[in-house]
């Protein structure tokens, strides 16, 4: 992709866009560059900080940068991708974030990170996070997130009325809900005590654990119900009830929100994504022309498009 001199062909394409920006900036003087990948002739038009790339096949994508000419969103067709300080996802009355970060010690499985889902509905002021456990390790100077990773929640937090939280110590408020997983191998007594909890106590005996649970592990969820002094989480293990995946996934669901990370936001994230991989490039295209437009050589390179009813 590269920015190329407005010649006379590429202004005789110039009358195949006009209804179409005209629809989208109405009257307005705007920037218009031509670009052009291996025979393929495109356009971005440009009014401030907003900005719109129309491709060989009339295709368009919306995009916008910030004042350091930075990208800073691109629309999708259900939601805009936010570059902020995490990478952001508006759109279908959410706005959900992901990441990934390093811990500053191994948790108690080994792991070194932690893939953080967010997901935020402002209308009845819902905070869900959905935490999933990952190795942290940066390749070209960032961390992917690998799908296999995010199979199984490690855990999850729902605030209700997000924005009066408050973490103190103390027993949690009704509307938080908190869960954290807990796993088992057969032989602990964890592995038990869960058989014992959904089988009962007669079937335990008679059968044993292993017969009653056939797995060799079992993953279970424990609701928090207080929060000590040093911040950590209070949970009733083994007294109280136990969670499995699904049902905490349907809770999460009765609130409106995504139970897993959607595919096309972990493809985006990894830069995976042609659309908005092919947007970065024209920021940067822009970026790096725009000192150098006061020379004559470039003066082709952009084109004002004075826009009028």
Sequence with gaps: MKIINCDEEVL?????IMELV??????????VFATLEGKNLGFIVRNGEKCMFINHEGKYTMFSVDENEELYAVGKKDY??????????????????LVINELSQPDEDDYTGVVRFLQYDRETDTMCEINYQQMYREHNGRAPIYSFHTKLIDRAYIDEQYSKRKERPGLLPRRARYFSKT??????????????????????????SYNLIREREV????????????????????????????????IIGQYGF??????????????EDQTVEMVK???????????????????NKLMILRMEK
């Excluded at 005789?12 to 195949?16: D, P, T």
């Excluded at 936010?82 to 279908?92: E, P, W």
């Design 12 to 16: 005789s394409n110039l009358s195949n």
């Design 22 to 31: 005209y629809s989208v900036f109405g009257d307005n003087d705007l920037a």
């Design 80 to 97: 805009s991708v936010v570059f902020d300080s995490a990478l952001c996802f508006v759109g279908n009355g959410k706005e959900s974030s």
């Design 183 to 208: 796993a088992f191998e057969e032989g602990e007594i964890g592995y038990d005590i869960s058989a014992i909890k959904d089988y009962g106590l007669v079937e335990f005996l008679s059968k044993g």
């Design 219 to 250: 993953v279970k969820y424990t609701k928090a119900f207080a929060r000590g002094f040093d911040g950590s989480l209070r949970d009733p293990w083994p007294f109280g009830r136990q969670y499995t995946e699904g049902d905490v996934k349907e």
């Design 258 to 271: 995504a139970t897993e990370i959607p595919d096309d936001f972990l493809r985006i994230y990894n830069g």
């Design 281 to 299: 490039e024209l920021v940067r295209l822009m970026k790096e022309l725009k000192p150098e437009l006061e020379k004559e050589e470039n003066h």
